[in-house]
């Protein structure tokens, strides 16, 4: 979940690479580092435990760092604590440095022969164990592709580097494994990175490299790339898929508080040509090939993780509604067990970035059983997901820089929608019925608008937040994992434990947790499990329970001395769980800032989750 980032040029790329390197900053900020070849010919590094922002004061304060060809890193650590001497780019010698996004299963193999070598081992990594191969390749004699290409064929598991070598010193050698790296084109430039953020705003076009290739970068002859067996490939670049304006923060203090107040341009953005006369254009949405396979899908099933496993729960809810089977399971469980695999069943996988480890094993495990359709729902249409499915649905939610995702979410959610309709159609779904759900999807930005008013109320809500250490939630239906998801955003962005909960199981144990000093959040809105959610309500606050209710009008909910009642916009049956769900992003957000935690970048936590 590292971000890794290098440049070639005819000027100093250090400023580059810093700039870059903020960037991705959400892919890990436990440290940070930059290794060039300077002017000298010799191997120059700086590394700093924290945040971007450090090391770039570092190299402002004196700590000067030159050259025109250079990699540099962002850390999520997995091995070895977030120390200097475990940051990235490791080194050996002086000779050789490299930046890795992934984890090398067998490197205490390596790293063992290694030590009975007489190797001296400098950090606690595993990213360690490449630098020594491949410094033991060159000093057998050959050269850094060649040494990067024989270092590959001997590492285990799901990674993607770039190496740099005094001996070669006009190259970047890089290789790619499972995680995502991409080579982005410039004028008279050449870049790598982990991630198309990166190089928003410094290259023109990019190139994606597939499993097992490895690539030379060099400023003369532009990148040369070659498959796992040593073949050259020729591949044509393409358009960077990232508008340069679309990462900046605007007039908005977080890259959060940002992307919550777009939600209401992705939902008509996820729409747009997709929606012709009331009714989904299916081709338009999903690829010429998805009516075939839609008229033959039985059942469907869900696998996703964190945020996108909860959008994947609502969509179970509306899909059987609609007379579907479905099952929406946690991609990281399904990949270890072995199902019971539906006749003519659709897998469909959920995943803002498209590059989630457990989300891609879980796709291949999948067809390993023999699922026989899958679709991947995706705000990253040049991901690795996207390239290994048979159906794509671009999310078009637009780069999603803040860790806790919001926007994205709700894409997914919008998505799934759609998805809902195409199947029902098979099931006797009619134009009238499409018609409707379509009239309140196309009126969702206006609701989404009307919640994003109400954010100054929100925020003097979260007051009652301020000095509290646990919250529980309570929903039903498809808001209870609407409560799920609230819980997980006061958990990732203020450090509040929150756990949420069925409003029916509150008497089969979570009451033994209400007092006082526990506040509840119910999320209410008028639907027919509302009667149902008052009593559960009145048994919180029998115990003294002091409850927030989110709900919406005409449930003629009062607030008194130990129930706050927040009354949010109306919205249609499948449409309120997005609006209550931003309303909690918005308490979350504001509790954070009480709190004064860092938004963006919560601790222990990074966005694309590349590794198991």
């Known amino acids: 979940m590292c971000g890794i980032i290098g440049a070639i040029s005819n000027s100093n790329v250090v400023p580059t690479l810093v700039n870059s390197m903020r960037l991705m900053e959400y892919r890990g900020y436990d440290s940070s580092g930059i290794a060039v070849i300077n002017p000298e010919g010799d191997l120059d590094r700086r590394r700093c435990v924290g945040k971007v922002e450090k090391l770039a004061e570092s190299l402002s304060n004196g700590s000067q760092l030159s050259g025109s060809i250079g990699i540099g890193h962002t850390r999520w650590a997995?091995?070895?604590a977030a120390e200097e001497r475990n940051a990235h780019p490791i080194a050996c010698r002086d000779e050789i440095a490299v930046v890795c996004n992934g984890i090398i299963e067998n490197y205490e193999e390596l790293k063992d022969q290694h030590l009975i070598d007489g190797v001296v081992y400098d950090s606690e990594t595993d990213t360690e164990v490449i630098v020594h191969e491949i410094l033991g390749g060159i000093n057998s004699g050959l050269d850094l592709h060649a040494a990067v290409s024989g270092t590959v064929a001997k590492l285990e598991g799901s990674f993607a580097f770039a190496a740099l070598s005094v001996a070669d010193p006009e190259k970047i050698v890089v290789a790619k494994r499972g995680s995502p790296l991409l080579i982005g084109l410039g004028n008279d430039e050449v870049f790598i990175a982990s991630d198309a953020i990166a190089l928003a705003k410094i290259a023109k076009t990019i190139i994606v490299l597939e499993n097992g290739e490895t690539a030379v970068v060099s400023r003369t002859s532009g990148p040369v790339i070659f498959d796992k067996d040593g073949n050259e490939v020729h591949r044509v670049d393409q358009l960077i898929p990232i508008r340069a304006e679309l990462i900046d923060l605007a007039h908005h203090s977080h890259y959060m508080h940002k992307e919550i107040f777009e939600q209401g341009s992705v939902v008509a953005n996820t729409l747009s040509e997709r929606i012709t006369d009331d009714r989904i254009n299916e081709i338009a949405t999903f690829g010429d090939i998805a009516p075939a396979i839609f008229k033959k899908v039985r059942a469907v099933r869900i696998l996703a993780c964190g945020t996108s496993y909860y959008a994947g729960m609502i969509g179970k809810i509306w899909l059987e509604s609609l007379n579907i089977p479905c099952e929406a399971e946690i991609a990281s469980e399904f990949r270890y067990r072995k199902p019971f695999v539906p006749d003519e069943c659709l897998v469909v996988l959920l995943s803002q970035s498209g590059e989630t480890a457990d989300t891609l094993a879980a796709q291949e495990h999948a067809a390993n059983l023999g699922y026989k359709y899958s679709l991947s729902i995706c705000n990253s249409p040049a991901s690795s997901l996207t390239r290994v499915t048979d159906l794509v649905l671009h999310t078009k939610a637009g780069p999603e820089i803040s860790v806790a995702s919001t926007k994205a979410f709700t894409a997914q959610l919008v998505s799934l929608m759609l998805l809902t309709i195409a199947l029902a159609r098979r099931r006797g779904f009619t134009a009238e019925q499409e018609a409707e759900i379509v009239h309140e999807l196309r009126a969702l930005p206006a609701r989404i608008e009307a919640v994003l008013q109400m954010d100054s109320q929100i925020a003097r809500l979260a007051e009652n937040f301020a000095n509290k250490d646990h919250v529980l939630l309570l929903g039903r239906g498809t808001h209870f994992p609407i409560a799920l998801e609230g819980a997980l955003k006061l958990k990732e962005i203020s450090y509040i434990h929150a756990d949420a909960y069925p409003a029916g199981e509150l008497k089969h144990g979570p009451l033994a947790l209400i007092d006082e000093k526990m506040p509840t959040i119910a999320v209410a809105p008028n639907n027919h499990l509302l009667s149902k959610l008052k009593s559960n309500i009145q048994e919180v606050r029998a115990r003294g329970g002091k409850l927030y209710v989110f709900t919406d009008s005409g449930t003629e909910m009062k607030s008194d001395e130990l129930i706050e009642v927040f009354e949010v916009v109306r919205a249609g049956p499948y449409t309120s769980p997005i609006v209550h769900?931003?309303?909690?992003?918005?308490?979350?957000?504001?509790?954070?800032?009480?709190?004064?935690?860092?938004?963006?970048?919560?601790?222990?936590?990074?966005?694309?989750?590349?590794?198991?």
């Open 581 to 612: 769900a931003i309303a909690l992003q918005l308490l979350a957000y504001h509790v954070a800032i009480i709190k004064g935690t860092d938004v963006d970048n919560p601790r222990n936590l990074a966005k694309s989750v590349t590794v198991e």
């Open 78 to 80: 997995t091995h070895g």
